[in-house]
């Protein structure tokens, strides 16, 4: 009777385990993402506050553009009191042989006299049929952001884009709303 009893034990410990693991490893990214179609602008339309951005910073927005060696060339910009801020770096994917959206992002700091390389994961959570919307996050889930090709976007569209992201086991509370101008900034403004 006793040993049956532990056996259930163990059973039941077990099972708990797998479903730790296996829901460890549950988050979903995006396969066979089309970089091409992913090029081009993309506005922050909220994220989690981060210590590399600055928690007063309006029209935050990345200009991706696929570079001749298949890697892609990031330029980060937001401003803050009006000054343009920006930093350029390089995404390339994780591992070459995966069709999964894990994507590894290198950037030199500080960006006016750029020493050290700071490397993040970029993976794509989700990103509708259209290229318009997409949610980015990474394994440890303490980064995420929401971006969109326009600098608005209904509150449906966003709910159900931080409906994705709390799938995937985020804390959509910390999420942060980036105020986006009306007319988004021109390029390269007062570089
Ligand atoms: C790919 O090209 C970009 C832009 O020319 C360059 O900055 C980068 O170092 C290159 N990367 C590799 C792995 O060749």
């Given at each position: 009777m006793a040993a049956k009893h532990m056996l259930h034990c163990l059973f039941l410990v077990a099972s708990l385990f797998l479903t730790i693991v296996v829901n460890g490893n549950a988050t979903t990214v995006v396969k066979n993402l089309d970089i091409k179609r992913y090029m081009g602008r993309w506005y922050e339309i909220a994220r989690f506050p981060s210590f590399?951005?600055?928690?007063?910073?309006?029209d935050t927005r990345a200009t991706y553009t696929l570079n001749d060696n298949g890697t892609v060339n990031v330029l980060n910009e937001n401003w803050v009191d009006g000054k343009r801020n920006f930093i350029e770096g390089i995404a390339y994917k994780a591992?070459?042989?995966?069709?999964?959206?894990k994507l590894k992002v290198k950037f030199y700091v500080p960006?006016?006299?750029?020493l050290f390389p700071v490397t993040g994961d970029y993976w794509v959570l989700y990103i509708d049929q259209n290229y318009e919307y997409a949610v980015v996050g990474g394994p440890t889930k303490l980064f995420l952001w929401i971006l969109s090709r326009k600098s608005h976007i209904d509150d449906a569209t966003y709910k159900e884009l931080v409906e994705k992201a709390k799938d995937e086991?985020?804390?959509?509370?910390?999420l942060l709303k980036t105020p986006q101008s009306e007319t988004p900034p021109p390029l390269k403004q007062g570089v």
């Open positions: 590399f951005e600055k928690s007063d910073a309006v591992d070459p042989k995966s069709n999964e959206a960006p006016s006299f750029p086991g985020y804390d959509v509370t910390k």
